[in-house]
């Protein structure tokens, strides 16, 4: 067994998240985390909402409420989408919370007590109309390095080259156009070139494990040729307090700074709830647990770079030394695993466009499954991938419909009319034990393929298993035994079938927990076969430090139910009723009135 943390990346709380949103972060972690639990590792999956940032304020102007209105908005809209989802949290929180303010307080000064963090006098961008810091995200010019029109003032998506709002050539605010005035201002940095011989090698022995996905090496090591001090506070009143200048009001920790640390404070966190105040220890201290981090490409920097920075400079392990604070010293990340982009067709998903499908809108029309099994399938793992709404309606109806849940209906419907209930097996013919011999052997090509986070693949194994099984039937066609004579071999057959419909539900289950829980009903199964998370509202751990809840709302779930990931012989004299379908058969008219809702 062993500890394995999936530290998944926080939604921002600017509004609910669209399906290009899970796609990155949602499906693909969770998918890993049910088969790690299953394969017997002790997992512990947290995260939570990003809360904090200049956009933040930005949107309540907009919207004419004070941030804090804002935030509890669209977490509890983002905390009811992902538990919808199957999300099988430990712990989703927030970043607005005392623990949280606590945590990130703490890894700061340890950080510049270590030497890491150097005052330094810089330029911030202002909007001349209205006074206020511009975010460097919302700031677009000309980037200085590779000439791309819309880099932004954080970065250039373009060449991936980490920029100041005063690198870029004829910059221009996103808020309004206008161009933004700079004025001096004292910040704290990180000072990442005191880091960067500790970062590079620890990038290349991850390198060495040849586990990463190479677009993500390859990417990080490349920014750590241009690497440079970045400001950690920031020019604004909402965002966590800058040990040392409490009395300077309008300077906040950076959102980014702050909500990487979440991983950590989740698990803290989590580890208090729970009663056990140090057991968080046993993922983040001990050098043999694993951690494995989940999110788009848009947010590799921040995990690949200034992430494990910040834990190297807590740890007093770059260029000036130090000691690591109470927090002992931290692991870093086993594995980046970064997605590539779901575009909407040939499109970006962008809200402001009016390009986007929201998760909980998706989960209300086509429940959640179909979702997570079209991610899985065909979604952006190593490359960008276009959701369409006819390849989505042709996947859900010719794979999970005609594929998965014709042989859980067919199998389930001959059961129940012969027997009523799974028959006992007679003596094996050669034929079923070959179909037997295919489905076990799906628990080791499967799961090397989700534990090597190729799930594109892993799935597309676990259907061309289903449609063995498929074809067992179609060969050994028990609907024509009729005959008394030829009962024992039905049962047989029909014995053999619902072990292979059993067995293949569990190499599905990671991908598509809910309908595992539906097959193993209709399989006579009792009581849930995969643990699926809940919503609670808790009380805030310290009410008098942080953004100034009393409770709020996180998802949470008991796992140590999750089944073994192996055949499981199935239970003779279970009952069989006459089954309903476990997967919903589109009409090809979905495609136009999805169409036509977007607008299309």
Same mark, same amino acid.
Do not use: C
């Given at each position: $067994?062993?500890?394995?943390?999936? &530290?998944?990346?926080?939604?921002?709380?600017?509004?609910?998240?669209?399906?290009?949103?899970?796609?990155?972060?949602?499906?693909?972690?969770? !998918?890993?985390?049910?088969? $790690? #639990? $299953? &394969?017997g590792h002790d997992v512990l999956m947290v995260s939570g909402t990003d809360e904090h940032g200049t956009p933040i304020l930005v949107l309540a102007d907009n919207e004419g409420v004070p941030a804090r209105e804002l935030v509890d908005k669209y977490n509890q809209v983002i905390v009811d989408d992902l538990c919808g989802l199957g999300l099988s949290y430990d712990l989703f929180t927030r970043t607005t919370t005392g623990n949280h303010y606590a945590v990130v307080q703490e890894m700061f000064e340890t950080c510049r007590r270590n030497g890491y963090m150097v005052e330094e006098t810089t330029k911030t961008a202002i909007s001349p109309s209205t006074g206020r810091t511009l975010p460097d995200r919302y700031i677009e010019g000309t980037c200085p390095i590779c000439k791309y029109a819309g880099a932004r003032g954080d970065q250039c998506d373009n060449c991936g080259?980490?920029? /100041?709002? +005063?690198?870029?050539?004829?910059?221009?605010? #996103?808020?309004?156009?206008?161009?933004?005035?700079?004025?001096? *201002?004292?910040?704290?940095?990180l000072d990442l070139p005191a880091l960067a011989d500790a970062l590079g090698e620890w990038l290349d022995q991850r390198e060495a494990t040849g586990l990463w996905r190479p677009n993500v090496i390859k990417f990080s090591q490349n920014i750590l040729k241009e690497i440079r001090p970045r400001a950690m506070t920031r020019d604004i009143d909402w965002g966590i307090p800058v040990p040392g200048w409490e009395d300077q009001p309008t300077k906040r920790l950076y959102v980014w700074f702050d909500a990487v640390i979440g991983y950590l404070s989740a698990s803290i966190e989590w580890a208090r709830r729970l009663g056990e105040p140090d057991k968080w220890r046993e993922w983040w201290n001990d050098g043999d647990a694993e951690s494995y981090y989940f999110m788009g490409k848009d947010n590799i920097v921040f995990h690949s770079q200034i992430w494990?920075?910040?834990?190297?400079?807590?740890?007093?392990?770059?260029? #000036?030394?130090? /000691?690591?604070?109470?927090?002992?010293?931290?692991?870093?990340?086993?594995?980046?695993?970064?997605?590539?982009?779901? +575009?909407f067709g040939d499109s970006q998903f962008s809200t402001s466009r009016g390009n986007v499908i929201y998760v909980g809108d998706f989960l209300a029309r086509y429940g959640p499954d179909a979702l997570r099994y079209y991610i899985c399938a065909a979604g952006p793992e190593t490359s960008d991938a276009a959701f369409t709404w006819a390849d989505f309606v042709t996947r859900n109806n010719s794979e999970l419909v005609a594929g998965w849940g014709n042989l859980v209906n067919r199998t389930a419907t001959m059961i129940a009319k012969s027997f009523g209930?799974?028959?006992?097996?007679? &003596?094996?013919?050669?034929?079923?034990?070959?179909?037997? &011999? +295919?489905?076990?052997?799906?628990?080791?090509?499967?799961?090397?393929? !989700?534990?090597?986070?190729?799930l594109r693949a892993a799935i597309a194994e676990a259907m061309r298993v289903v449609g063995e099984v498929n074809?067992?039937? *179609?060969? +050994?066609?028990?609907?024509? $035994?009729?005959?008394?004579s030829q009962r024992e071999r039905l049962g047989t057959v029909l014995h053999v079938a619902a072990q292979c419909v059993s067995d293949c539900? *569990?190499?599905?289950?990671?991908?598509?927990?809910?309908?595992a829980n539906k097959v193993h009903a209709v399989l006579g199964g009792e009581g849930e076969f995969m643990p699926m998370p809940r919503v609670e509202q808790v009380d805030e751990l310290e009410p008098g430090n942080g953004a100034g809840h009393t409770s709020y709302s996180i998802i949470t779930g008991e796992y140590t139910g999750t089944p073994a990931w192996e055949s499981r012989p199935v239970t003779v004299g279970a009952k069989v009723d006459k089954p309903t379908p476990v997967f919903t058969k589109l009409d090809p008219s979905v495609v136009e009135e999805e169409l036509a809702r977007a607008g299309a």
């Open positions: $067994m062993t500890r394995v943390l999936s &530290a998944v990346a926080w939604p921002y709380t600017n509004g609910p998240r669209h399906i290009g949103h899970v796609a990155g972060f949602g499906v693909p972690s969770d !998918v890993f985390s049910r088969f $790690m #639990r $299953m &394969a080259n980490q920029l /100041d709002p +005063t690198d870029l050539i004829d910059p221009k605010s #996103r808020i309004n156009g206008e161009t933004p005035q700079f004025i001096d *201002t004292q910040h704290w940095f494990p920075a910040e834990l190297l400079a807590y740890n007093g392990q770059g260029s #000036r030394g130090g /000691d690591a604070g109470t927090f002992g010293s931290l692991n870093l990340p086993t594995e980046v695993v970064s997605s590539e982009f779901l +575009t209930e799974i028959p006992p097996a007679g &003596a094996l013919e050669e034929v079923d034990e070959q179909v037997l &011999a +295919t489905v076990r052997g799906g628990f080791d090509t499967v799961g090397g393929l !989700v534990e090597k986070h190729r074809k067992y039937l *179609t060969v +050994t066609e028990p609907y024509k $035994m009729k005959d008394e539900n *569990t190499l599905l289950s990671p991908f598509l927990p809910h309908s």
